[in-house]
């Protein structure tokens, strides 16, 4: 028993021994970014838990500098917090910044990495994302997207003005852009108050809800196949409820798929597909199986959705909030559209009203963190050494904020956007990256943002927004996932204005 328990001892030393030598000789190899201390193993517990870490981040910036080294569980995690370092990592580097860590849990929702989105950087990712693109140019063409667009909000737009009493225009949002993106991905026109669109927004609000602040198996992923906490289970039962809707949709359309004919998104995938058949690539057939195809449109719906009714709830905020800025634009879309449908042609005359969904997309912290990224090899970043496999976080929260480039950063400004002669600056401005860039630039950027202004432009055009009597605009925020922030809830009353 006595020499049982030497052993033991004997080899808990040896193990701490040799842990404290790679530690010893890792630190020598490499010039690693200053950060807090913190628990072995723990990490920054406080940190990692909380909703809120972009501000905490950007505050130990200022301590530690923009290139800031933190622990999540036994993990290094490095947080970028300037403009400087972020385009040396995400342009001047872009390839050796371009891969995914591994998440425990996006294994699941990605069947293993089938996705654009959080898959790493090689080969079949950059054919996948560029069969993606393809669809998309497929779907942009022509006015399909406008017309979308304008019957969804055609009908939301009757609802809201049946409101006698102030309402919570989030919820208009919510399912505003649910049926959005339903139409467009789906090619269904459903009525505003079907039953399986609202069934299908209460699970992604669920979803959002309940994993807002990550699982304990992505920090020690043996968990899962040990003891797997109740958190995971559920994980599982909801990803399989939601892949569901998606391949349920996806072979509709494999079923009644004509070349010729476009319905949507998913029919621009399948003409993607059918082309690269044409072609006879094999391999490429093997990379365009049903599963990559549905993990794409996964990617497009729900991060489409969500980004995009958080940005509206955020512009709606601000135009109540500014009632002088709503005026202004309202002016402008007069000017330029009066009492006839707002057309994605009309976009390069609306430039005071797109220069404030750009401010919006600024100051309204919709993703606080970006997407993380990955060294796939060993590289530098503003003067440190970042060993290939590091986890490496953009905080677009400091980025949007940052005072060397945004006077009165707190301030809602949409003439940051415009040049001398009131027209939108061509040059996107230095610090501003609501859609990332390089490699792991947002794939639907080029959807969101017309669509996006069409949205905002329809509405102020027929509404007066404004707060009900004697309420003044609540400057709070609410955080209610990982990084995500929008406006704590806020009622609206609407008038319809009169037109010439």
């Known amino acids: 028993m006595i020499n049982l328990s030497l052993n033991i001892q004997t080899v808990l030393a040896g193990l701490s021994m040799g842990l404290f030598v790679y530690y010893v000789i890792k630190r020598i190899r490499y010039r690693f970014p200053p950060g807090p201390w913190c628990i072995p193993l ?34 290094s995690w490095i947080f970028l917090n300037n403009n400087d370092v972020v385009i040396e990592a995400l342009i001047k580097r872009k390839a050796d910044f371009a891969g995914r860590p591994h998440f425990t849990s996006g294994d699941v929702f990605t069947e293993g990495g089938k996705d654009i989105a959080l898959s790493t950087y090689s080969p079949t990712w950059k054919f996948h994302r560029k069969i993606a693109g ?4 497929h779907y942009l063409q022509g006015d399909l997207l406008e017309n979308m667009i304008q019957d969804n909000m055609e009908e939301f737009l009757n609802k809201m003005a049946q409101e006698k009493e102030p309402f919570i225009f989030k919820t208009y949002a919510d399912l505003m852009v649910f049926h959005q993106l339903y139409t467009i991905c789906f090619g269904e026109k459903r009525p505003i108050d079907d039953q399986e669109v609202k069934d299908f927004l209460k699970l992604e609000n669920d979803f959002i809800e309940f994993f807002g602040t990550g699982l304990l ?9 040990i003891y797997p906490t109740a958190k995971w289970k559920k994980l599982i039962r909801m990803t399989d409820e939601i892949l569901h809707v998606l391949r349920t949709k996806f072979k509709q359309h494999v079923d009644t798929f004509k070349p010729d004919f476009n319905r949507d998104f998913i029919d621009s995938l399948l003409m993607a597909r059918q082309e690269a058949e044409n072609e006879g690539d094999e391999s490429a057939m093997e990379k365009l199986e049903d599963t990559y195809l549905i993990q794409t449109l996964s990617n497009i719906f729900l991060a489409g ?59 309204g912290n919709v993703t606080g963190l970006g997407v993380p990224h990955m060294t796939i090899c060993d ?27 945004w006077k009165d950063p707190e301030k809602f400004d949409p003439y940051r956007f415009l040049d001398e002669k009131s027209k939108m600056k061509t040059v996107k401005p230095e610090s501003w990256l609501p859609f990332s860039a390089g490699r792991r630039v947002c794939l639907g950027e080029t959807v969101a943002k017309p669509e996006l202004l069409l949205m905002c432009v329809n509405l102020l055009q027929r509404f007066d927004l404004r707060l009900p009597d004697g309420v003044q605009p609540n400057p709070e925020y609410k955080a209610i996932e990982f990084a995500v922030e929008i406006p704590s809830d806020y009622k609206i009353i609407v008038k319809e204005r009169i037109r010439n």
């Open 379 to 405: 590289t530098q970043v503003g003067g440190y050494d970042i060993p290939k496999g590091t986890t490496v976080i953009i905080n677009l929260r400091a980025l949007h904020r940052d005072t060397k480039y």
């Open 134 to 137: 393809k669809a998309l140019r």
């Open 42 to 75: 723990m990490g920054h517990y406080k940190i990692y838990t909380s909703f809120d870490i972009p501000k905490k981040v950007e505050e130990l910036s200022k301590e530690y500098g923009p290139v800031v080294r933190l622990s999540f569980g036994p993990q």
């Open 305 to 363: 959705v969500d980004t995009t009714r958080f940005t509206m709830d955020w512009f709606v905020y601000f135009m109540t909030r500014f009632p002088e800025i709503q005026t202004k634009c309202q002016e402008e879309i007069d000017r330029v559209i009066g009492s006839r449908h707002p057309s994605m042609k009309d976009r390069n005359n609306l430039d005071y009203t797109e220069a404030c969904l750009f401010e919006t997309l600024r100051l």
């Open 217 to 225: 198996e992505d920090i020690v992923p043996y968990l899962k196949d």
